[in-house]
């Protein structure tokens, strides 16, 4: 089990479609990630938040768009995906942004987006 | 920017061999993390390692943080089917963010 949520846990989408991508946490942690992983492949950083304000994007196209409503919640809007951004979506989170000590990742479920 | 370079890239054991993984960074890292995810599942955190030549255990696992700081490795003595997996170190680029090893898959013959 996790303590952080992921929803939905599967999704499949065309290409014209709209959908979101929804994470939870209540460990009090104040950073929160996106990361995407391919099979085979290590998780992939996309987005930071720290203290609710973007503080890392790491060149992803703007059809991918990230929100932080509340330091508990992330979200990752989609829309016009390509087949080739079918992944496993992470979402994680930390008691402080980046890889210091005392700060280990908390990684969800995952969503596994297939975009046909 | 900052690599962390991991091998093996798989390996396959025979259950109750050892198992090790190494993982070298570029540069000198302030700590690692080893982190582990299993078939269908999701990275789990196992163990955080900050001292120059510290090691720690595990139950069955041992990790080590080089003297340099720049490498680590993992080893699993006598392995079991519930080790399969793929294992990640990670190292932190600055401040900012974490980077993954390419990581290695594990794979066991029961």
């Known amino acids: 089990d996790t303590e952080v949520t992921q929803t939905p846990k599967h999704l499949v989408m065309g290409m014209t479609n709209k959908k979101s991508l929804k994470c939870e946490q209540h460990m009090g942690h104040r950073a929160m990630y996106w990361y995407k992983q391919k099979a085979k492949k290590p998780p992939e950083l996309m987005f930071v938040y720290s203290y609710e304000k973007l503080s890392i994007n790491e060149s992803v196209p703007s059809r991918f768009s990230p929100e932080c409503p509340n330091s508990s919640l992330l979200n990752l809007h989609l829309h016009a995906l390509q087949p080739e951004d079918s992944a496993l979506y992470l979402c994680?989170?930390?008691?402080?942004?980046?890889?210091?000590?005392?700060?280990?990742?908390?990684f969800g479920n995952g969503t596994r987006l297939t975009v046909t | 920017g900052q690599q962390v370079m991991q091998i093996p890239q798989y390996q396959h054991v025979q259950e109750g061999e050892d198992f090790t993984t190494y993982c070298n960074s570029s540069t000198t890292l302030s700590n690692i993390q080893w982190y582990k995810q299993r078939p269908g599942g999701h990275p789990v955190f196992l163990i955080q390692?900050?001292?120059?030549?510290e090691v720690k255990k595990q139950k069955r696992l041992t990790f080590q943080f080089g003297e340099a700081k720049k490498n680590s490795s993992l080893h699993i003595t006598a392995t079991q089917t519930t080790d399969v997996g793929t294992y990640f170190c990670a190292g932190p680029q600055g401040a900012q963010k974490l980077v993954f090893g390419q990581g290695t898959r594990l794979t066991i013959n029961p």
């Open positions: 390692l900050v001292k120059s030549g």
């Open positions: 994680a989170s930390s008691l402080q942004q980046g890889g210091s000590y005392n700060s280990p990742l908390h």
